[in-house]
């Protein structure tokens, strides 16, 4: 398979933030609407071509440019980047989901291609297991005829896709060696011995399928074993992958499991690891799932991500659910990202503010951003609370949201029992930024170069964990991370 066409980065960045259209009337989609499909729909009665790789329901809710989604109350958001990397894929996506059999089956010639060792083989990805080990495994199990095993309890955002899916949650490794001490191993989205499960007799490994670097305790063997290795942000998309190069169509509830997978690891397609091949995979496994809306199912999946938090870093949690509006007005033309994490225990993020303010801020230059904010939802106790990283977010919280109390340091203000972005957060910022808002001469950390905020760095074991290093806000010990207040002074046009 040859590899897919590049793309322009810039609309990349581009689309990353939603537009509200402040100064303009906003005109009727002229889109019929498209029927949603139930998950679990036979393959037959998908009808595939209507999915747009995932990005049909951006095509049917398009705005004026075909750029953004309208909504019936007539605001405008610009595609997110995963919308618009499907879209740019959708053609490419139909035709390799077209070319693979209709039907669920094993044709002996194409066996034949597959490697022997891995045939009955039991997939199992490491401990501290996450959704690309266990849909991996499930996706790798059902490729090569073999097993999928759980290497240690799965977390939220894995249980969410097993549910969203209808796939039966796979048995442990220990319950499947307690019946087959003997059954050959195909490792899965890791290769050291150190996240190996100790249950596994290393003699017994007969292959890994993974995509991170070969560093230290990495497993050795005997003998010579199938080994998968790609530098791709998702072990799930080299399964994905292969399914296609033989001919052999997952099931939906398989490729479902695939796509959340690869979604996961690659952080909604926007991390430092994705890849062309990521995209391409994620657009034809939306084909074949059946999905018609790609930003709904990963804001979902987010949501369930989110009720376990110790796993997520502050690059995660500010840039797994952001929104951007833009706004052209007399007195402020710009955009504003507002991003959302909702959790049942806000006092866990909160703890974390001094981390967090300053990869707001970088996560602001990055994305060329006026103003960005991250609202923490109690979905439990119902209560939202603002994190203010400069000047600009805390005077367009102050017009926004009068009411409401500032913290000494000005980096939070407390918004009570509102809890919604659509419903609370952003009307009440329209109607300040109509209303004449400015932003205030005084830029405060905003101004740190992009050069100061230091680099990203990926934990080569766990993609998902990823690290500013270097950066000049980054809170030493014992200090806290505050905004100035003083000389917040408006003017007009003011960049």
Request: charged share 25%.
């Amino acid at each position: 398979m040859a590899p897919p066409n590049q793309e322009d980065p810039s609309a990349k960045r581009r689309a990353s933030c939603f537009a509200s259209s402040a100064g303009s009337k906003a005109s009727h989609n002229s889109h019929p609407p498209r029927p949603r499909l139930a998950r679990g729909s036979s393959v037959g009665s998908l009808g595939y071509g209507d999915h747009h790789g995932g990005g049909a329901e951006a095509l049917r809710l398009a705005g004026p440019d075909n750029k953004t989604k309208q909504y019936d109350d007539g605001v405008l958001r610009k595609r997110t980047q995963v919308e618009t990397d499907v879209l740019a894929r959708e053609k490419a996506a139909h035709e390799l989901a077209d070319a693979l059999p209709k039907e669920i089956s094993t044709i002996p010639t194409i066996d034949l291609f597959l490697p022997d060792a891995l045939k009955d083989a039991v997939f199992v990805g490491h401990l501290v297991t996450d959704l690309d080990s266990v849909g991996g495994a499930i996706g790798a199990a059902a490729l090569y005829n073999g097993k999928a095993a759980l290497a240690s309890n799965i977390n939220s955002e894995t249980a969410f896709a097993l549910k969203e899916w209808g796939v039966a949650k796979p048995p442990t490794i220990e319950e499947v060696l307690k019946e087959n001490p003997d059954a050959k191993i195909c490792l899965v989205d890791h290769q050291q011995t150190s996240q190996m499960n100790p249950a596994i007799n290393p003699d017994n490994v007969v292959g890994v399928i993974d995509h991170h670097a070969l560093q230290s305790k990495t497993i050795v063997t005997d003998r010579p074993i199938y080994i998968d290795i790609r530098p791709w942000g998702s072990m799930s998309t080299i399964i994905s992958h292969t399914f296609l190069t033989h001919h052999k169509r997952p099931t939906v509830g398989v490729a479902g499991m695939l796509l959340c997978a690869i979604l996961s690891d690659t952080l909604n397609l926007q991390g430092p690891t994705t890849t062309e091949w990521d995209r391409l995979m994620v657009a034809t496994l939306s084909e074949i799932a059946g999905v018609d809306d790609i930003q709904l199912l990963a804001s979902q999946q987010f949501k369930a991500k989110s009720k376990e938090l110790a796993g997520l870093s502050a690059h995660g949690l500010v840039n797994g659910d952001q929104k951007c509006f833009s706004f052209s007005t007399e007195t402020f033309t710009g955009d504003v990202g507002f991003a959302v994490v909702e959790t049942t225990d806000d006092a866990v993020i909160i703890d974390r503010l001094d981390e967090l303010l300053p990869e707001i801020v970088a996560c602001k230059k990055e994305r060329n951003l006026n103003v960005l904010f991250l609202a923490v939802v109690n979905i439990v106790e119902l209560k939202g609370t603002l994190l203010l990283c400069g000047p600009s977010e805390l005077s367009l919280a102050k017009a926004a949201f009068p009411d409401c109390k500032v913290n000494d340091a000005h980096t939070m203000m407390d918004l009570g029992s509102r809890v919604s972005r659509k419903k609370d957060y952003i009307p009440e910022i329209t109607k300040a930024i109509k209303a004449g808002w400015k932003k205030p001469v005084k830029r405060g950390v905003s101004m740190v170069s992009m050069e100061a905020l230091g680099k990203l760095e990926v934990d080569p074991t766990d993609y998902q964990r990823i690290t500013r290093r270097g950066s000049v806000l980054a809170v030493k010990a014992g200090e806290h991370f505050t905004v100035d207040d003083d000389s917040i002074v408006d003017e007009e046009n003011c960049i």
